[in-house]
């Protein structure tokens, strides 16, 4: 009986078709499995990045134009002038309630923005057709427990006044004591349609005496600030994040207010305004491909 085999010819061409795919499927795979971290990382850093930026976007779209300052660690501000180059880390600004203007579901806006000058005086505003029992829930449900229509302020379209002292941004001097600034502190006194005037330092009654009062208005209840903490200087990141539910007009500053991360690995924060509008950037690094980073950036009118 004749038994079959390979040749020596056969076997060495198998050795060297197993060598082949060895040296160059071996290589492709890696390739395709580089390929894949890759594309996974910047899919991941686009998506987050792309997030933020929104997030800050989304809430920047709702500032009062007039408020927004850029402040160091230390304190200090400056208002966010029309082609200013800035080299300050936080980015800061009052926020209209658009929630509350918008209203429940099926429902008219909790504050209407309008003021009654016919029926107002010193001691109290009338805003036809606004709820302030309805405004301090929602107030309460967004700030987590942390405020309510007491803690508010309105702000007169129209009217005019000093950045640093008119929006509270001085909380070295205190809060805003008087009535004739940007930002009025106000409480509710129990009629769903009123608002009363307060000294935004203590809390106690005041009055619009001599003061500017507008037919239209803006409420706000918390400022806004962004910028990187937990710097690292090895890895040159730190993460971004959004401070809210503070008042500057009751003498708070941004580090009295809730923070959430938006971002880790965030390498650079930058905003300029150019005119009313604002330009934000945010960069972020790969911590696991070297040298890959990306930066997203909008524009907010």
Same mark, same amino acid.
Request: glycine share 10%; hydrophobic share 40%.
């Given at each position: 009986?004749?038994?079959?085999?390979?040749? !020596? !010819?056969?076997?060495?061409?198998?050795?060297?078709?197993?060598?082949?795919?060895?040296?160059?499927?071996?290589? &492709?795979?890696?390739?395709?499995?580089? +390929?894949?971290?890759?594309?996974?990382?910047?899919?991941?850093?686009?998506?987050?990045?792309?997030?933020?930026?929104?997030?800050?976007?989304?809430?920047?779209?709702?500032?009062?134009?007039?408020?927004?300052?850029?402040?160091?660690?230390?304190?200090?501000?400056? %208002?966010?002038?029309?082609?200013?180059? &800035?080299?300050?880390?936080?980015?800061? @600004?009052?926020?209209?309630?658009? $929630?509350?203007?918008?209203?429940?579901?099926?429902?008219?806006?909790?504050?209407?923005?309008?003021? $009654? !000058? $016919? &029926? +107002?005086?010193?001691?109290?505003?009338? =805003?036809?057709?606004?709820?302030?029992?309805?405004?301090?829930?929602?107030?309460? #449900?967004?700030?987590?427990?942390?405020?309510?229509?007491?803690?508010?302020?309105?702000?007169?379209?129209?009217?005019?006044?000093?950045?640093?002292?008119?929006?509270?941004?001085?909380?070295?001097?205190?809060?805003?004591?008087?009535?004739?600034?940007?930002?009025?502190?106000?409480?509710?006194?129990?009629? %769903?349609?009123?608002?009363?005037?307060?000294?935004?330092? #203590?809390?106690?009654?005041?009055?619009?005496?001599?003061?500017?009062?507008?037919?239209?208005?803006?409420?706000?209840?918390?400022?806004?600030?962004?910028?990187? #903490?937990?710097?690292?200087? +090895? #890895?040159?990141?730190?993460?971004?994040?959004? @401070?809210?539910?503070?008042?500057?007009?009751?003498?708070?500053?941004?580090?009295?207010?809730?923070?959430?991360?938006?971002?880790?690995?965030? =390498?650079?924060?930058?905003?300029?305004?150019?005119? +009313?509008?604002?330009?934000?950037?945010?960069?972020?690094?790969?911590?696991?491909?070297?040298?890959? =980073?990306?930066?997203?950036?909008?524009?907010?009118?």
């Amino acid at each position: 009986m004749r038994k079959s085999a390979f040749t !020596l !010819l056969e076997l060495i061409f198998v050795i060297v078709v197993i060598g082949i795919l060895s040296k160059f499927g071996v290589e &492709l795979l890696a390739q395709a499995y580089k +390929s894949f971290i890759f594309s996974s990382i910047n899919n991941s850093l686009q998506a987050n990045s792309a997030m933020a930026v929104e997030t800050i976007a989304s809430r920047l779209q709702y500032r009062i134009k007039d408020s927004i300052i850029a402040r160091q660690t230390n304190g200090n501000f400056q %208002a966010l002038a029309s082609n200013t180059d &800035l080299t300050a880390p936080i980015l800061e @600004w009052v926020g209209t309630d658009i $929630d509350g203007f918008r209203g429940n579901a099926g429902t008219a806006p909790l504050w209407s923005g309008i003021i $009654d !000058l $016919d &029926l +107002s005086g010193p001691t109290a505003l009338v =805003s036809p057709a606004t709820d302030t029992g309805a405004l301090n829930t929602l107030i309460g #449900t967004l700030s987590n427990g942390g405020s309510g229509i007491n803690d508010a302020a309105l702000y007169f379209v129209g009217s005019d006044s000093d950045v640093r002292t008119g929006y509270g941004w001085d909380y070295a001097a205190g809060a805003i004591t008087t009535q004739d600034e940007a930002m009025h502190p106000i409480k509710s006194n129990g009629v %769903a349609n009123q608002f009363v005037p307060i000294n935004g330092a #203590t809390g106690a009654d005041n009055n619009f005496t001599g003061a500017n009062v507008y037919e239209y208005y803006q409420l706000a209840w918390t400022a806004y600030a962004v910028g990187i #903490t937990d710097y690292n200087a +090895s #890895t040159n990141t730190g993460t971004l994040t959004l @401070w809210y539910d503070y008042q500057p007009w009751n003498g708070q500053r941004y580090t009295n207010g809730k923070s959430v991360k938006l971002m880790d690995g965030v =390498s650079t924060f930058q905003f300029k305004a150019v005119g +009313s509008i604002v330009k934000i950037q945010v960069c972020v690094n790969s911590d696991v491909v070297e040298d890959y =980073s990306l930066c997203k950036e909008k524009t907010i009118f």
